[in-house]
């Protein structure tokens, strides 16, 4: 009875250990699986995890001749190497293109792969003070490529590239041309850098005007960091008109410093996403685990209390590691907070210290009861610099409320610069009772607010 049971114990086994073979190798993974993964990592801001599974793309790729994958794998492996290493971008970039020339598949393709090669040779250039020959002539030979097969978008993008090694030359009028004839075929997700381009060269060549309405024209959407780009160099601008070399050169510090916190967030967004996929790995190890222990079980009756027992293993392991990763997206979500909330103080601090340096609101604050006076131009450029730092507040009022009167709109910028009733009413010479009336019809005619506990002033700040 015993030799009869060990003989069914081995064969059951047997089958086990077949069934666990079997399923081994249906998860080989291929070239294509791994450049799937690596994109998933670098979208998710994992680059060094990305940069991995991109090595191993390239390398699976090679072995089994998957010459599309392959190259693919070099360009994207390019792409995330281009801010810390240019040097091997460029190689990289070159060894795709190689391989394409040797097996072609699309000709849309070759000119990205031409137009990123061009771009990487730039960065290259501009880092080691060289020429931008190389640069050119792949860009030169994408752009005439697209340009003979009418593809607009990379009409555009190859446009875009010689505006920007144009205006690395210094060469900015130049890379105006290039920047302007990219926006004619322009499509609406490639407008945003060609308008950068065209506001830097304006920048560059001290066209203030030109540069603001560039950047104004330029939609953000969701992405912040395109936001902040916009924000900021409104704020700088505002200050060059004014003359404020030194606060410009202390904002432009204080935004490197605004700069430095995004960067080391997706730093530690980029390790938080590797502990979390390596927490995803084991648990799918664990999950894989226990349907061979349901298998075994199915099978093996006799064997089921040491199933039982590993489940019970499984479910507090789980439950351990949910614990874990709940105390981790608690973390990440204290963190993300804190940077918000010192992002916030930044902006704070470069409103009130724009604002702070205005002849006109050392005006507008004085004491005592005399009549204050405000020319229209000071009008303007109390309202122009509102407008630069605070996300065109009153740009958006008066086209919102295309009705209301001038005296209703500066009622509202003093309002929302914090100025006393006392001094509203030395510019109106009226009196400060009459200035609350004032508010409180403005508020009701004007916003539709009949609630006494909400004032004018937060009405403005929201």
Not at 195 to 224: F, W
Not at 398 to 426: F, H, V
Request: proline share 2%; aromatic share 8%.
């Amino acid at each position: 009875m015993l030799t009869m049971l060990t003989k069914t114990w081995y064969i059951l086994m047997t089958t086990f250990l077949l069934a666990a073979c079997q399923q081994q190798d249906i998860r080989v993974q291929t070239a294509t699986d791994c450049l799937e993964e690596a994109e998933t990592a670098l979208a998710g801001d994992s680059i060094r995890l990305g940069e991995t599974l991109l090595r191993e793309a390239i390398h699976l790729a090679e072995a089994s001749e998957d010459w599309h994958t392959n190259y693919i794998a070099h360009q994207r492996l390019a792409e995330a190497l281009s801010e810390s290493n240019p040097e091997e971008a460029l190689l990289l970039m070159k060894q795709a293109l190689t391989i394409y020339e040797q097996h072609p598949d699309n000709e849309h393709n070759y000119v990205i792969l031409l137009d990123y090669a061009g771009t990487f040779a730039a960065q290259v250039a501009y880092s080691k003070e060289g020429t931008y020959d190389e640069a050119l002539r792949y860009i030169h030979r994408a752009y005439n490529i697209a340009k003979k097969s009418r593809m607009n978008d990379m009409v555009c993008q190859t446009l875009t590239s010689l505006a920007n090694i144009a205006w690395a030359k210094e060469d900015y009028r130049q890379a105006l041309k290039y920047a302007h004839q990219a926006e004619q075929v322009a499509t609406d997700d490639l407008r945003p850098g060609i308008l950068q381009v065209q506001a830097r060269s304006y920048l560059s060549l001290n066209m203030i005007d030109s540069a603001e309405a560039a950047y104004r024209k330029i939609n953000p959407g969701d992405d912040p960091h395109l936001a902040y780009i916009v924000q900021s160099n409104l704020a700088k601008i505002a200050l060059r008109r004014m003359g404020a070399k030194q606060v410009e050169d202390s904002v432009a510090e204080a935004f490197e410093k605004a700069e430095d916190f995004y960067y080391k967030a997706l730093k530690q967004k980029d390790e938080y996403y590797q502990n979390t996929l390596r927490q995803e790995m084991e648990n799918q190890q664990l999950e894989y685990s226990s349907k061979m222990y349901a298998r075994t079980l199915i099978i093996i009756i006799i064997a089921s209390f040491f199933v039982i027992s590993a489940m019970l293993l499984v479910v507090r392991y789980r439950m351990q590691a949910q614990r874990q990763e709940k105390r981790q997206l608690q973390q990440e979500a204290e963190h993300q907070k804190a940077l918000l909330h010192q992002a916030n103080e930044v902006v704070a601090f470069l409103q009130s210290f724009i604002l702070e340096r205005m002849e006109v609101m050392k005006k507008l604050n004085q004491t005592g009861d005399s009549l204050i006076y405000l020319s229209p131009h000071e009008w303007n450029e109390i309202e122009r610099t509102l407008n630069a730092i605070d996300n065109n507040r009153f740009a958006n009022l008066r086209k919102q409320y295309p009705m209301m009167q001038e005296d209703d709109i500066r009622l509202c910028i003093l309002t929302r610069l914090g100025i006393s009733n006392r001094n509203i009413g030395n510019i109106y010479c009226i009196t400060i009772s009459a200035v609350q009336h004032r508010k409180l019809k403005l508020k009701k005619d004007v916003f539709g607010e009949t609630s006494p506990d909400i004032t004018l002033e937060q009405i403005l700040k929201q």
